[in-house]
């Protein structure tokens, strides 16, 4: 999820030349689709008594690692919206069938008082593995991206590129605009190619993620029983009780 939003504006910031503020609403269909996902995943959860962590999880999981793998395919082409579009909107449709069964498959499958703990370790857990994500995504979109901007413009020396990350290239995206196109085009290209990278880095570790899904357990919730009655209450209790109701 992280690397998906983080992502998918610098291919609308460099390719269609859009700022920062209107790449950003492209990552919509991601939301969209997660939204989407998260509320049939949720309706149907629990169907005729019985619950689907384990199924939703699995369908999730599974739809990630095609979404990413179609990311991989996204096209140089600025006209294909529909292709860009729907690729992200399946991500974040996986991304909704199984973030909160995984989390209900933890909190089902431990005591009542150990619940905060579980909830509290599995969202770190997905804020580190984003991190992590996130680092991996910037070391491959920056290695490949340094790699197509020496190509392009030989004049710059190796040492003129050392210190720079990937925001400082993406402060070229305006230049690119300018260039004539037999500069411009092999940089977008480099540009694509190097987000492609980034978004099939993401597969083995979805598919990981799909295989690992298949050993939860459908474990029901935790039943919260009802109030004891009040014949069942201690004597000193029931007083205390009645005393408090007179008054």
Known sequence: MYGTIMFTP???????????LASA???????LGGCLGSIVAGLLVNVRSRVYYREWAVLGTAVMTVGYGLLYLW???????????????LVGLGLGFCMQQVLLAGQAGLPVDEISTV?????????????IGLVIG?????EKMFETVRNSFGVLAPSQLEGQDVVDLEAMAPMLGVLPQSMA??????????????????VPFAALACIMCLFLA??????????????????????????????
Do not use: C
């Open 75 to 89: 096209p140089v082409d600025p006209q294909a919206t529909r292709k860009h579009n729907g690729y992200q909107a």
């Open 218 to 247: 459908n474990i029901p919730l935790h039943i919260i029983l009802p109030a004891r009655r009040f014949e069942e209450i201690p004597d000193s209790l029931r007083k205390l009780h009645r005393n408090a109701g007179s008054a």
């Open 119 to 131: 909830t509290t370790l599995i969202d770190y857990a997905r804020t580190l593995g984003g991190m």
């Open 138 to 142: 910037q070391v491959i979109l920056k």
């Open 25 to 31: 609403k492209h990552i919509m269909w991601v939301v």
């Open 10 to 20: 610098v291919y609308y910031m460099f390719v269609l030349g859009e700022g920062p």
């Open 185 to 202: 085009q092999p940089v977008y290209d480099g540009i694509v190619r190097a987000l492609n990278l980034v978004f099939v880095a993401d």
